[in-house]
């Protein structure tokens, strides 16, 4: 691991994740994979519509730069985990 850096921070129903930083952290740090991951206060587990559109959008900038998005995991405090990697959703 070469590290870990919060990006975004947000209120009660939401926030922005920029495919630009994100990127950016990984070119700088020489990273060959990424794993990113974010709360979910409400204790849902499950992936919302923009959280499947934001996985995407990262995996295609990614695959541009030669990047491996290797999981996207979102965590609540008493639900568990969701990992778009164990479902299948990042092949």
């Known amino acids: 691991m070469l590290g870990v850096h919060n990006l975004s921070s947000g209120g009660i129903d939401g926030t ?30 499950s992936p919302s519509v923009n959280d499947r559109k934001l ?5 295609q900038a990614c695959d541009i730069m030669n990047i491996r998005l290797l999981d996207h995991i979102i965590v609540t405090k008493d ?13």
């Open 16 to 45: 922005y994740a920029d495919v630009r930083q994100i990127l950016q952290i990984a070119i700088l740090s020489n990273a060959v994979g990424i794993i990113i991951s974010h709360n979910h206060p409400s204790g849902n587990t």
């Open 79 to 91: 639900e568990g985990y969701y990992s778009f990697t164990d479902e299948g959703e990042l092949l």
């Open 55 to 59: 996985t995407t959008t990262i995996k």
